[in-house]
């Protein structure tokens, strides 16, 4: 699919990377054939992206013509081969959104099929609340997440500083469509990349609790990470379209 929307520009106030590691084995069966999991020392790594946009408007257009969305996207950290080179990014089977024109143009005028959700956020302190159930129930998440200074000792990244590479190289998604050949692309441009660590109280995820898509034991709760009020700019890319 081709779309000739223009770049995107706008500012992430708040997005929360809920990421679990995963069994390799329970990942493979979720991806498309032309995507393989990218691994931190034999885990693939899945998560949640909760994103808040702000002044959403093409390139150009004065911040008073944008609009502001929370949105919702359960990512899986891939890799796929291109001319001849390794590239990387995410593959995204599922986005939610409080937009309604979000919901509409998206997989229409804009890459990645939206779902509209409706979603409950409370933050005070730097204590963030976050709840979101979609309108085809489909899909449900909730986070309760306060300021950390480190990452769990259970995770399997080293160091704040490997996380943050690792999701760094992650900019480039391609969003799932009803063609099972087809990927939606999208590429995030931030204006600089910081991130901080976030303790996590509570995470439910109907996505990774769902027993089968995860056998027991398949998923695991790693890191949680936060970034805000960072300028960006979304593009879209051509589609991967693939025979099976």
Known sequence: ????????????????????????????????????????????????????????????????????????????????????????GVFIPRRDTSSRLQAFAGGRFFPGVHHSAKF??????????????????????????????LL????????LADASDFFARGSVGYSATENPCCCDGLELHTAFWEVEPLAVDLVESSFFDDESRFPKDAAHFDCALLMRNIPHEWRALPSIERQL
């Open 152 to 159: 769990p000792t259970t995770s399997v990244f080293a160091s």
């Open 120 to 149: 409950e956020v409370n933050e005070q302190h730097g204590a963030i609340q976050l709840e979101m159930r979609s309108r085809d129930r489909m899909t449900a998440v909730k986070v309760n997440a306060r300021p950390a200074s």
């Open 1 to 88: 699919m081709k779309f000739g929307i223009p770049t995107m520009h706008g500012i992430i106030e708040r997005r929360m990377l809920v990421n679990f590691h995963v069994r390799p084995d329970a990942v493979r069966p979720l991806l498309p054939a032309f995507f393989r999991p990218k691994l931190v020392n034999g885990w693939a790594m899945a998560g949640i992206c909760l994103i808040r946009l702000k002044d959403m408007r093409p390139r150009g257009l004065p911040p008073a013509c944008g609009l502001a969305s929370e949105n919702a996207a359960h990512r899986i950290a891939v890799e796929w081969d291109e001319t001849g080179t390794t590239r990387e």
